[in-house]
């Protein structure tokens, strides 16, 4: 596929969509609080980036955002570190993990609102809890994935624990940590904007709940449009550190660990 | 060193031989349930000798080459490498394993400095043996690619050549070329004599194929199977360097045919 034709088309189909879209509410004379026309949806997002309401929330739920990643994702490979190089560790600890994996963790939303307050605090916490999983999954089968062969390998050399671990372990687990930083990324958002719900006084999460309050429909159009860019942008950015550092990797083979390594349960 | 002189001794134990392998048995599993994987395996290679073994599959000469490698500890017995127990990993052994075991992130000579960098060689000494390496297996100009960027005889090389960079008191090499096609393979075997005979290193090499084993040793040991035991021993008397057509020879085939002999006798290859 691609090729400038194609391109053409693929932005012909979207038009074409927008247009039906738009045709279909102004003939059914559907109200604007069920479903807006793509104009209003716009026109909502223009007056908000205008009025400068939207920024003000984008910069909150993305700060939120970037803070439970790091957190949630700097925790979840320590963690998944200790637990892959030490069966011992992970035998004590495989209870708590069974357990909260299991658990859909934004349930834990309106508990952590109680306890750290309507602000940042809950929020990033939120992010990181939900980030947490798919990264710590993904880090103790990417590191415990070297070939028996590759580990004999250093091991006749003599190769040190902490070496084969530096030199071996943790590049071979590198795919298997994108694919996990990918959806933590997302996850964070997510835990974000969830956290916002239950309880906030900014953010986008937060603005679609009062939008909701006032029946301004398109208004949630506009912010969904948003955070689903936003979804786009914060993928792109971790694809780009990837294809950076997994230099090695083709493509190919880096779409199929991705897609073979995508565990990590549920948000 | 001469070859022929050594050649010409067999299998008595002398203070030149790298390595001696004394009444070493292996038993996978404690207790009176463990299966004797290897029996009272005894032998020795002197240096600069090059040895092969064969044998049908779970003769257990991968797990004596484990042994050797000290990747394993044996039940009882022991080897000794240069006069001193192989317990554990040491730093004078080179093993080439079955795939070539190349770490894609690594660059040939990345890949071919692995050792030197574990072991914390010299660097700028290392390199210029690793280029050396890397011209006498024919590899210059692909120093600098990534392995998937070659050809899987050549991945080969880089796995031969890594394991000679740390100079190692003997090479040990398990089916190396197992993977590989029958016209690579033959490919290989010529240029590993040729880097046997210019490194003058000892080598151990595992295969399943009795003519690459009779083409490549001064000495072949036919292994028989469970449990693993040293069967007969084989000395290869074949004029160095030897070609590839030496194999349509008379007295190549005969020593074929009489290692054949001695691998059916005890049921044959798989």
């Known amino acids: 596929m691609g090729g400038a034709k194609n391109f053409m088309l693929r932005l012909l189909l979207i038009a074409a969509v927008l247009a039906v879209w738009e045709v279909l509410v102004k003939m059914t004379g559907v109200p604007e609080y069920i479903l807006p026309a793509p104009s209003r949806i716009f026109y909502a997002m223009y007056n908000g980036i205008k009025s400068n309401v939207y920024p003000q929330h984008f910069f909150v739920t993305l700060t939120e955002t970037l803070l439970g990643f790091l957190v949630g994702t700097i925790l979840a490979f320590m963690l998944g570190t200790v637990v892959a190089l030490s069966r011992r560790v992970e035998y004590f600890l495989y209870p708590f993990i069974v357990m909260f994996q299991a658990m859909p963790k934004v349930a834990l939303a309106p508990l952590i609102i109680v306890w750290f307050g309507l602000g940042l605090t809950s929020k990033v916490i939120n992010a990181a809890l939900v980030a947490f999983f798919p990264l710590m999954v993904n880090t103790i089968v990417g590191l415990r994935s070297a070939e028996e062969d590759r580990i004999n390998l250093m091991r006749s050399l003599a190769a040190s624990r902490t070496q084969i671990f530096f030199m071996l372990q943790l590049p071979n687990a590198l795919p298997y940590i994108f694919a996990g930083l990918e959806i933590a990324m997302i996850f964070a958002l997510i835990g974000a904007i969830v956290a916002e719900f239950v309880g906030a006084e900014r953010g986008l999460g937060m603005l679609i709940q009062s939008m909701n309050f006032n029946m301004d429909v398109a208004g949630q159009f506009s912010i969904l449009l948003i955070l689903s860019l936003l979804g786009l942008v914060l993928n792109g950015i971790v694809n780009l550190a990837r294809r950076h550092l997994l230099f090695w990797e083709t493509a190919n083979t880096g779409e199929e660990t991705a897609n073979t390594s995508k565990k990590g349960g549920s948000v | ?270």
């Open chain 2, 1 to 270: 060193m001469n070859r022929a002189a050594q050649a010409a001794r067999m299998d008595s134990p002398s203070s030149t031989d790298v390595i001696a392998v004394d009444r070493l048995s292996l038993t996978y599993g404690g207790g009176a349930s463990g299966v004797l994987a290897l029996s009272d395996i005894s032998f020795s290679i002197a240096d600069g000798e090059f040895i092969s073994i064969v044998g049908p599959s779970g003769c257990g000469k991968s797990t004596l080459l484990k042994i050797l490698a000290g990747l394993l500890p044996p039940s009882e017995g022991q080897a000794k490498l240069n006069g001193t127990p192989i317990r554990g990993a040491r730093r004078d052994i080179g093993v080439v394993f079955q795939t070539p075991v190349l770490f894609p992130w690594r660059t040939v000579l990345g890949n071919v400095l692995l050792p030197a960098d574990v072991q914390g060689l010299d660097k700028e000494k290392m390199r210029k043996r690793a280029m050396d390496l890397v011209r006498l297996v024919g590899l210059e100009g692909f120093e600098n690619r990534y392995p998937r960027e070659l050809s899987g005889g050549m991945q080969q090389r880089v796995g031969i050549i890594r394991a000679l960079i740390h100079d190692p008191a003997i090479l040990l090499m398990d089916e190396p070329f197992g993977a590989l096609d029958a016209m690579t393979r033959e490919t290989m075997n010529v240029e590993l004599q040729r880097i046997w005979m210019e490194s003058g290193k000892t080598v151990l090499f595992i295969t399943h194929s009795t003519s690459e084993a009779v083409y490549l040793a001064d000495r072949v040991i036919v292994m028989t199977a469970r449990p693993g035991k040293i069967g007969d021993v084989f000395k290869v008397d074949l004029p160095r360097p030897r070609p590839l057509d030496i194999m349509n020879t008379e007295a190549f085939g005969a020593y074929v045919k009489r290692i054949r002999v001695a691998l059916n006798a005890d049921g044959g290859l798989d």
